[in-house]
């Protein structure tokens, strides 16, 4: 096992330092010139130069990309090119916000995917389970930024029953969370049926119900815990579906999470903070997966640390 | 299972209350965040609308957008235009209590010109200013680099920072100025607020704080007024306008444009040098369609190359009026009876207008290419030099320009000067008319403002004629307030002003 963990972790600086690599390499080779857009279209071009050489943009790749893996290793992501501000301190104020609201939305996706999957599972073939799926596949086809603006304008705008955006309280949580566990809960929902299905026919399933326990020592103790195997992968990989869909939501709901930093960075080519931002967004995707995989060593034995 | 969901119901609107904030606190929401707290190291017209309130300039707009005294008193320069002499307002602070004095002007306008620091709002000012003395604590002269007429326009757009706050760039988090309104807080990615200033010298405003958000997505603006959880917004799409002109809780703010939007044609690009064809595209255009059609009629059509909001602004100017026959017959007498393909580069947000002038131009066989670019490789691809626009095949571009100074130098000069040619400048199509570069050197250099008008009208008539753009339309600036918010108007340019 200490092996299995050793091998796990030392992945996790390589990958970090690979995908350091080619988001350095990948954002450079976008189009378009930040020290034009941090100066102005209306600059002269002797303020452009200036303001390029500020910025280090005036430099060979290899010793701006030194520099900056120098200055990861020692906590620092450099400046934004945008606000000159530390894109560490930009990425903590904003990332509270993000989990706070992927944590929201994963529980009530877990919440309502696994009761929904369950159910359904029990209940198969029946006008409930059948009314489940049709909302399921509904829940993960439909955009989920059209349902949060048709969302926005019934509850907020027309009842005034919830905050309409930002995430000045409890309540701001509410429609945010509800939108972005749409799609994980229907995927989830779908995932928990099938893999109920596959289990509620099998041999120990039928024993447990012969020795007289009832439905739900059944279903929840011998049958979910089965079933949960690959529920759980695909919980994990759908947190960093999550993350992606956090991107979309934010910008919607005006939250101040690191998804509409991105969005920002993006648009006005702050190379510093989408380095910054892509790298916490893999070492937080490459944790989850280690979780994930020792979840599902801890619920399936046979596969524990191979 | 449904008690479930009924439950979730409950509780949530168990947690309910009017969704109201309070009102001696103005929410302004616009489509940027501000990039940065320091005035002089961006150009951008939504941080300038949060800076506003905090810093004073020299001199400033009123809202018949004369130049009138705030921090000097008064002004006045050497005959030759070159040195301008401005006295102080007295008894005037900081916010951090630093008296304001001749040396926070020299401060300000030092830091400006210390090619070192790389300012990037730094531009105009080192255009024009050589130097800055004092001859006394409430008096400075300034000694410009050639005579500039429209220099107190210039003062008008130059926060003065106090020189106590400038030091390891704290400026660029906490702003310091004389303004009404002190900052207090700039939460990055939510808002930034600012609280009345009890010291301040001038009329004190009505409310007592003023918090900024902003957001990229438009609907969430047009509802967000809506619901009342803001009480501007700034700007707002016309797609919204009319909805809400009938929404009794909402007013519609409409503002003179100093924006000015046109397609600068590559002269270097041959069919595009002769100006039979230049003028061709120009009657070929149908901008009161464009006005109609792309800006549900918050615009004006352009007949010259200055907004009606920029100074010396000529009404005379007639332009080009629709004319299929007309612009046919040009096309004929040039050799082009039958087209010529012509690439047009516009931002991604603005391809509308090329996809309108697309179908107009193809009525005269002209096969127009549309090139959507965003912002970053746009800024890249419309300043690049004759040789690298004849390369990538730019043979026009579709952008506008507007002078947040209201002078017509600033707004002509940039745009038409041989000198401008990109990327020098924004002289996007490498137009050269030597006759016209004489005429605005010797207007901008004008103290006497009749015979400046004078010649600035005679450039806009030459520029018509040339016709280095086909010119479409001054946009009209738009935002909505709450019924209930007064002593806010709009600045030619689109920032939303506190009325002094």
């Known amino acids: ?306 | 299972m449904p008690r479930l969901c009924f439950a979730f119901l409950l509780l949530a609107l168990l947690g309910c209350r009017p969704l109201t904030h309070p009102k001696d606190e103005l929410i302004i929401m616009q489509t940027e965040a501000p990039r940065t707290m320091d005035p002089a190291d961006h150009t951008e017209t939504y941080t300038t609308a949060v800076l506003n309130p905090i810093y004073e300039s020299l001199t400033c707009f009123d809202q018949q957008l004369n130049i009138v005294p705030q921090l000097a008193t008064q002004w006045h320069s050497s005959p030759d235009g070159i040195t301008w002499t401005v006295n102080l307002r007295p008894g005037v602070r900081f916010h951090d209590g630093t008296p304001f004095n001749a040396q926070s002007v020299i401060a300000t306008f030092n830091r400006l010109l210390d090619t070192k620091r790389g300012l990037a709002g730094a531009s105009n000012v080192r255009r024009a200013v050589l130097s800055v003395e004092a001859s006394n604590p409430l008096t400075v002269i300034f000694h410009l680099k050639a005579p500039f007429a429209a220099f107190p326009h210039l003062l008008a757009i130059t926060s003065i920072i106090s020189p106590a706050a400038d030091h390891d760039g704290a400026l660029s988090l906490h702003p310091v100025g004389t303004g009404p309104y002190r900052f207090a807080e700039w939460k990055t990615g939510e808002y930034v607020r600012e609280v009345r200033n009890e010291n301040y010298w001038g009329r004190m405003p009505a409310p007592a704080e003023i918090k900024w958000m902003w957001t990229t997505e438009p609907a969430l603006m047009n509802m967000a007024i809506q619901a009342g959880e803001v009480d501007a917004v700034n700007p707002l799409p016309p797609m919204f306008a009319d909805a809400l002109q009938h929404n009794t809780k909402i007013r519609l703010l409409k503002g003179k444009s100093s924006a000015v939007f046109w397609v600068a044609l590559n002269t270097h690009y041959k069919p595009l040098s002769d100006v039979r064809v230049r003028r061709a595209l120009n009657y070929a255009t149908d901008r009161i369609n464009l006005v109609r059609s792309q800006l549900r009629n918050y615009g004006q059509p352009a007949a010259g190359p200055l907004g009606p909001a920029t100074a010396d602004y000529s009404p005379d100017i007639q332009g080009y009026p629709f004319d299929l026959a007309k612009a046919q017959s040009l096309m004929n007498q040039a050799g082009y009876s039958n087209g010529f393909p012509m690439n047009i580069a516009v931002l991604e947000n603005q391809a509308n207008f090329a996809e309108a002038l697309q179908a107009m131009w193809s009525k005269i066989h002209v096969q127009v290419t549309i090139q959507k670019l965003e912002s970053g490789t746009f800024a890249q691809v419309i300043f690049g030099s004759p040789e690298q626009k004849a390369a990538a095949h730019t043979d026009s571009v579709l952008a506008s320009w507007s002078s947040a100074s209201l002078d017509a130098e600033r707004q002509l000069g940039p745009l038409y000067r041989t000198r401008s040619w990109s990327p020098a400048g924004a002289n996007l199509g490498f137009y050269s008319n030597p006759h016209l570069d004489t005429l605005l050197d010797s207007a901008a250099a004008d103290l006497d403002p009749i015979t400046q008008q004078a010649t600035y009208k005679q450039a806009q008539q030459i520029i018509s004629d040339d016709a280095p753009q086909v010119l479409l339309f001054y946009s009209m600036d738009l935002a909505a307030l709450r019924r209930d918010i007064s002593d806010l108007w709009l600045f030619p340019g689109g920032d939303l002003e506190l009325a002094k």
């Open chain 1, 1 to 306: 096992m200490n092996s299995y963990l050793a091998r796990k972790l030392l992945a996790v600086p390589i990958i970090l330092l690979l995908t350091s690599l080619l988001i350095f390499s990948a954002v450079r080779l976008l189009p378009g010139d930040p020290a034009r857009l941090m100066a102005g279209m209306q600059a002269d071009q002797a303020t452009v130069e200036t303001v390029r050489h500020r910025l280090g943009f005036d430099q060979p790749f290899t010793i701006q990309y030194t520099r900056f893996l120098t200055r990861a290793l020692h906590g620092d992501l450099g400046n934004s090119i945008r606000s000159q501000q530390p894109v560490a301190r930009e990425i903590a104020q904003r990332l509270p916000y993000t989990i706070a609201l992927t944590t929201a939305s994963f529980s009530i996706a877990i919440l309502f995917g696994l009761t929904f999957g369950v159910l359904a599972a029990i209940y198969r073939g029946t006008w409930f389970d059948n009314a489940l799926m049709v909302s399921a596949i509904s829940g993960a086809s439909v955009a989920n930024f059209w349902i949060a603006l048709m969302a926005m304008n019934f509850f907020a705008v027309k009842l005034g029953w919830v905050p309409l955006m930002g995430a000045a309280s409890w309540r701001s949580y509410i429609l945010p969370s509800l939108t972005l566990a749409l799609a994980p809960a229907a995927v989830i929902a779908r995932m928990t049926r099938g893999s109920m299905l596959e289990i509620i026919h099998q041999d120990y399933i039928r024993t447990a119900r012969a020795k007289g326990l009832s439905p739900a020592a059944v279903y929840l103790k011998h049958a979910l815990r089965n079933a949960l195997v690959p529920i759980v992968t695909s919980i994990g990989l759908n947190f960093a579906a999550l993350l992606g869909g956090a991107v979309i939501t934010e910008t919607v709901f005006n939250w101040p999470g690191v998804g509409r930093l991105m969005i920002d960075a993006v648009r006005y080519r702050d190379y510093a903070t989408i380095q910054g931002i892509t790298l916490v967004t893999v070492f937080f995707v490459v944790v989850i997966n280690l979780l994930v995989d020792f979840a599902v060593g801890f619920l399936n034995p046979r596969i524990r640390f191979n």
